[in-house]
Every structure is written in C-alpha cells, then in structure tokens.
C-alpha cells in the first residue's frame, strides 16, 4: 500500500500515518518494543495525555486495497471482511524531534494479530497508525496518586510515573503473569511499585486484592485504574462506594475482555460501561 498524499482528508477527519518500523526490541519474554518512524509522521502531536493511545491498522489476508490506501474508501468499496483489522495500543513514547513513536507489544504465542505481527516485526515493515486519542494527565495538585493496571496499561503507567512532579507520591500496583515480566521503570522517589504475579490465576485477582488492603493516605487522590474489564468493574465500584473517590478524580477504562478478542470486545464495550457506571452510581447516591 501507499502512504496517502500528503495533508489529505477524509470526510474532514486526518488519514492515517504511514510508518515504517526503525527498531525492534524484546523486552521481555512476552513483551516486544516497536519504534516507528518516517515522514508520514510529522505532525503526530502526542504529549498531552500520559494514556495517549494509537489504533494500528492490520491488512487483511488477500485483500486488494484501492491505492492511495483510504480507509474511508475501503468500508465503501469493499466488503467488510476485507477492511483492515484494526488494534489499540498505548504510546509509551513520542519523540517529535527524531519523529520516532513507540510502541509496546504483548505477545500471546501466535494468538491475535498484533502480537504475533510484533513478535515477527522487521526494520522497514510498513504501519499505518490512526491517532493519537487519550485523556489522562496526572494532576499536580493532588496530593498522592493509585495507578494500577495489567500488562496491557503497563506503557501508560511507566509514562504517567515519568511525568510525575519529583516530590509526587503515588501508590502503584503491575499485574504481571511472572518476575520475569517486570521491567524497569523510572518514578520519584515517593512512587512505591508494587509488582504481583498472576501466575496461573485470574488476570486481576491478586490487583484487586492488593488494592483493596491498601491503607489510604491521606489527602486527595487521583487514580488511574486500565486494564482487563473485569477486574476494572471491580476497582471502580471499590474506589467510588467504599472508598469515596470523587468520579472527576478517575480515569477507569476497561481496555480488554478476557474471552473476547477487541473486534467483539468493541461491539459492546460503550453499554456495558454505560450499564457498570449506572449501577456503581446508583449504589454510591443510595449509600450502599
């Protein structure tokens, strides 16, 4: 495919940004790192939010896209089964001097697709990236923050711990499936990370038993809860009615469903926040 011409628009939204892959790099057993790069990139604009986030677009299998590739143009013109898979990822960098993006993978064996695209990934493969989307910061003013998460928000906690201010407190909790997956992560002094290991349990399980045996600091918080829904159901009806967090002071986001992959995952994600926040709402106005 090529890259669309420059400064293009589609039904007045922005084409997606043509990428080559600059670099590959295996963090862990299960995590690769793709740093993107090339002049489809100028003008990204990342740097806002900390849970900045990009929908990567995967070919399908055989389908033969119109050229410049639009993806507008493809839904018209093709049938669906042959529209480009399309898969979110956090940005955990943005680099608009070297406009270089970067992009952590988890790998599940040659499940998926964008996994397996990663675990496979070579310098020069194309990518065509959509974005970036987000709505998280840290807030300054408040007085300690709970960031918590499966591997899946792991870039956008290690982001958000950058961006704390030095004397910034902050209770952090990373599922993980072992030791093995941990990574190095660069927070102030007054961060404390907490690393638990999923091993053959539930994803979520241990996190939502850690946090709930959390003691509090005191002051304000800001909590930043990403990850697998259900657990994430779980943490915010803990946070709002028996911890009493104020709803502007998260930032809760079901990025994943266990058994369903993001295509089906999609299809229900808005109602059933819509149906879980309507629920946990009611108990905290009704004190239960």
Not at 166 to 187: I, M, N, Q, T
Not at 228 to 251: D, Y
Request: overall charge negative.
């Amino acid at each position: 495919m090529k890259p669309p011409p420059p400064g293009r628009r589609v039904r007045g939204q922005a084409p997606p940004h043509h990428a080559r892959v600059q670099r590959v790099e295996q963090l862990t057993s299960r995590m690769v790192r793709v740093v993107f790069s090339g002049d489809g990139l100028a003008g990204f604009g990342a740097g806002e939010f900390t849970d900045h986030y990009v929908k990567l677009l995967f070919p399908a299998a055989d389908a033969g896209y119109p050229e410049p590739f639009d993806p507008q143009r493809v839904r018209e013109e093709l049938p669906r089964d042959q529209w480009p898979r399309v898969r979110t990822y956090t940005v955990r960098a943005w680099d608009p001097e070297a406009c270089e993006l970067t992009v952590d993978f988890v790998v599940h064996g040659d499940s998926g697709i964008a996994g397996p695209w990663a675990a496979r990934a070579k310098v020069g493969d194309e990518m065509y990236i959509v974005g970036p989307g987000g709505g998280y910061a840290p807030d300054p003013t408040a007085d300690w923050h709970l960031l918590a998460g499966d591997e899946s928000a792991l870039p956008a906690i290690a982001v958000a711990l950058e961006r704390l201010p030095a004397d910034a407190s902050a209770e952090v909790f990373l599922e993980v499936a072992g030791p093995e997956e941990e990574v190095e992560l660069v927070r102030p002094e007054g961060a404390v990370v907490r690393w638990l290991h999923r091993g053959g349990g539930r994803v979520g399980e241990k996190l939502v038993s850690a946090v709930r045996g959390l003691e509090f600091p005191a002051g304000r918080p800001q909590a930043f809860v990403h990850g697998e829904a259900g657990f994430v159901k779980e943490l915010r009806g803990l946070l709002r009615a028996e911890r009493a967090v104020p709803r502007e002071a998260l930032s809760i986001s079901g990025y994943w469903r266990e058994g369903q992959d993001e295509d089906g995952w999609q299809v229900s994600k808005r109602e059933w926040n819509h149906e879980v926040e309507e629920q946990q709402e009611t108990a905290v106005a009704d004190g239960t």
